[in-house]
């Protein structure tokens, strides 16, 4: 699925999104702006829960929230059955203050501070996905005087290589993640976690990488990890009462190019467990899926308004759009391919263009070599797929001001993140007399 479900043109050859056309939407809304389509994202929740159900008593999923931190967005998957991973402070106070419940709440990160800790142990989150020997200690100190233990998960890193792209493979050898489990790294880790009194290990959690498409890298890694588990039983009688496979699963973002269908990826999971835990005769522990870009990633489109355009004989075109990557870094940060359409017309014609954004660097081109209809200056240009990963990471380069945010609904919209004003660019600025 590359565009939110039941997108379409309307008899003026507009795009529709959620029932309303991109028209209207960037008339009241503004560009740049991201259009969520809430059945889409709801759809997407349900699948990916009554998958993660189906993976043995206990199973679950939870939403990886460094995807889409949106708080309307967070409660709504919430909602829908998913708990919710977070890697911050400002992410667990922001689905805290979502509503979400603590104990849904998984907490992961290399290097999660003193505060941090503290402040994922007074909220009584769910888990702790413990990276490294250095959080084993500050969590030694900090749950000394706690009646109750706190429970976590170690991170492991089974040294599997998948095929994405460096900078979002998070599972090979070379990674700053995680316990490594063929060095003994692993398994000094859980003799030190057993030594803790104040914390409960419950299992153990590896997270491969991004827009993976290889669903036996996963098995691989659950198989890797049963054995480590195994080992440790015997050696410590410990029963392990969760895996999680982590997130990862591959969505479309071009044409043509299929996503990772989430439901045979959690079921061969799943099985690979099943397998792994009867030919270890131990008993099953349940799987914990986070899955982010997969769920929210198809149920954004980002809507630019074209301006200038520069045509450089022999060589190409450049068309700009009045955003880049101040809301979207992916393709500068690594490469990543989009799509468009020209979203306000059908359009006529073809041509190859860049489309660059408005950013004062080289580099902040969105898409390249794309083929599209003549565009000009106030075309309103449509990209889908761009529901992960693109609002997280916007920044004010240039001092661009963040872009709105809306969801749609049969017909209707809802702001859900107003665009940035020129006096929200000042609000952190202390001005002292006389520096
Ligand atoms: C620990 C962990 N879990 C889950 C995810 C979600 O990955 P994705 O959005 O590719 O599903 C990530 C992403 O980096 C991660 O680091």
């Given at each position: 699925m590359l565009w939110p479900e039941e997108t379409h043109r309307n008899a003026a050859g507009a795009l529709v999104i959620g029932g309303i056309s991109a028209v209207e939407l960037a008339e009241e809304f503004g560009t740049p702006l991201y259009v969520f389509d809430g059945a889409t994202l709801r759809h997407r929740a349900r699948i990916t829960v009554a998958a993660a159900l189906a993976g043995g008593p206990g199973s679950r999923a939870v939403f990886a929230s460094k995807a889409l931190e949106l708080p309307v967005i967070l409660a709504l998957l919430a909602e829908e059955g998913l708990g919710i991973d977070v890697v911050s402070g400002g992410e667990l106070f922001v689905a805290l203050k979502s509503g979400v419940d603590a104990s849904l709440i998984t907490f992961h990160g290399n290097n999660k501070s003193v505060q941090e800790l503290r402040e994922a142990i007074d909220a009584g989150i769910e888990l702790i996905a413990v990276d490294n020997l250095h959080e084993l200690d500050l969590l030694d100190e900090l749950t000394a005087a706690r009646p109750n233990p706190v429970p976590i998960l170690l991170r492991v890193n089974p040294g599997i290589d998948v095929h994405t792209h460096d900078k979002i493979?998070?599972?090979?050898?070379?990674?700053?993640?995680?316990?490594?489990?063929?060095?003994g790294d692993a398994a000094v880790a859980v003799a030190r976690a057993l030594e803790i009194?104040?914390?409960?290990?419950r299992g153990f959690h590896c997270h491969l990488g991004?827009?993976?498409?290889?669903?036996y890298a996963a098995e691989l890694a659950i198989e890797k990890i049963v054995a480590f588990a195994s080992e440790m039983r015997r050696e410590h009688g410990i029963e392990v009462e969760i895996i999680s496979p982590g997130g990862g699963m591959g969505i479309s973002y071009l044409e043509g190019m299929p996503e990772m269908d989430i439901v045979e990826w959690m079921g061969a999971t799943a099985d690979a467990l099943e397998r792994s835990c009867a030919r270890a005769r131990m008993p099953q522990p349940s799987l914990v899926f986070e899955p982010g870009r997969w769920i929210v990633g198809p149920a954004g489109v980002a809507l630019y308004r074209v301006g200038s355009r520069r045509d450089i004989d022999g060589v190409r075109s450049y068309v700009s759009v009045d955003g880049g990557m101040a809301d979207n870094i992916r393709p500068t940060l690594y490469d990543a391919t989009y799509t468009a359409e020209l979203a306000n017309r059908p359009g006529a014609g073809a041509e190859t263009v860049m489309i660059a954004?408005?950013?004062?660097?080289?580099?902040?081109?969105?898409?390249?070599d794309i083929d599209l209809p003549r565009l000009e200056p106030g075309d309103l240009l449509a990209v889908p797929a761009?529901?992960?990963y693109c609002i997280p990471m916007a920044s004010n380069y240039n001092l661009a001001l963040k872009p709105a945010v809306v969801i749609v609904s049969e017909g209707k919209a809802t702001l859900i993140r107003r665009r940035e004003t020129y006096a929200d660019l000042l609000t952190l600025d202390v001005l002292p007399a006389g520096v």
């Open positions: 493979a998070t599972g090979v050898l070379d990674s700053k993640f995680g316990f490594p489990l063929w060095n009194g104040g914390i409960a290990l991004s827009q993976l498409f290889d669903q954004g408005k950013y004062c660097e080289s580099g902040d081109v969105l898409i390249r761009a529901g992960a």
